[in-house]
């Protein structure tokens, strides 16, 4: 009998790439999401140059009635990832104006901030 889950920890390839950990988040969204949130990818890799657009912005726009104004903002890196110097400065305005923004280093970091957000339900013990 073959089972389909979600990749774990031990099932991964040891490196994902931003783009790898952004689509496995939404995946985990979509099976796990509690109902009346909403986790989206916000368009800017690779959009410089879109009208209103800038560099820095982070990767996921998250809607929660858990969240202070219902919103919150995530910011994926790899497990060695860094903030660039626009994404730095972008997450110090954030947090200057009261918003709920979060950096996760690698898969596993962002689905702890999406469950301590209350945006997905814990994982069915296996």
Do not use: N
């Not at 089972?3 to 790439?17: G, H, N």
């Not at 109902?35 to 690779?46: E, H, L, Q, Y």
């Not at 970091?109 to 013990?125: H, M, N, R, T, Y």
Request: charged letters at 25%; hydrophobic letters at 40%.
């Amino acid at each position: 009998m073959i089972r389909q889950s979600l990749p774990t920890k031990r099932d991964r390839a040891p490196k994902m790439s931003e783009a790898m950990i952004t689509r496995a988040v939404i995946d985990h969204w979509r099976q796990r999401g509690v109902a009346g949130t909403r986790v989206d990818s916000i368009p800017s890799m690779g959009a410089m140059g879109q009208y209103g657009l800038a560099k820095g912005l982070p990767d996921l726009l998250v809607v929660s009635k858990h969240l202070p104004g219902g919103l919150g903002l995530l910011e994926l890196k790899t497990e060695t990832g860094k903030l660039s110097t626009e994404q730095t400065a972008f997450r110090s305005t954030c947090i200057s104006a009261g918003a709920k923004i979060a950096v996760a280093y690698g898969l596993d970091q962002a689905l702890e901030v999406l469950l301590d957000w209350g945006v997905i339900k814990p994982e069915a013990s296996r």
